[in-house]
């Protein structure tokens, strides 16, 4: 069965830093496309950024862009997404997804076949 943990949530001052770590088990990601996406309370949810397991190639929302780093640990199975200068509009729930077949269409919700619970982000003072 194919798992997605999310962690690395919590609460942080505007300006601060988090990093989110995404666990994948159950099969070999190294094919896929993994991607970041986030839902504020009473909006739809959006994409936030992704990588390719297969030559690293990432993607960027312009709102995060020079803000957010994804990057990946094949070894670990594991994504992780840096977040630096943090802004009280980044608070949301934080989700990580799995594309098994590296769909063009990475900032659709709906080509990810694999999601995880979770994690809470809030940028508050």
């Known amino acids: 069965q194919v798992q997605l943990v999310e962690s690395g949530g919590g609460l942080v001052q505007p300006g601060g830093s988090l990093r989110l770590s995404c666990a994948a088990s159950g099969r070999t990601f190294s094919s896929y496309r993994m991607g970041w996406f986030r839902q504020a309370p009473g909006k739809e949810r959006e994409f936030v950024s992704a990588?390719?397991?297969?030559?690293?190639?990432?993607y960027y929302a312009d709102s995060v862009k020079g803000r957010f780093t994804i990057s990946g640990d094949n070894a670990k199975n594991t994504v992780y997404l840096q977040m630096n200068s943090l802004k009280p509009e980044d608070t949301a729930v934080y989700y990580c997804?799995?594309?098994?077949?590296?769909?063009?269409?990475?900032?659709?919700?709906?080509?990810?076949?694999?999601w995880g619970q979770g994690t809470q982000v809030t940028v508050s003072s």
């Open positions: 990588i390719s397991w297969s030559g690293g190639r990432t």
């Open positions: 997804a799995a594309d098994s077949h590296i769909s063009p269409f990475y900032a659709r919700e709906g080509v990810y076949d694999y």
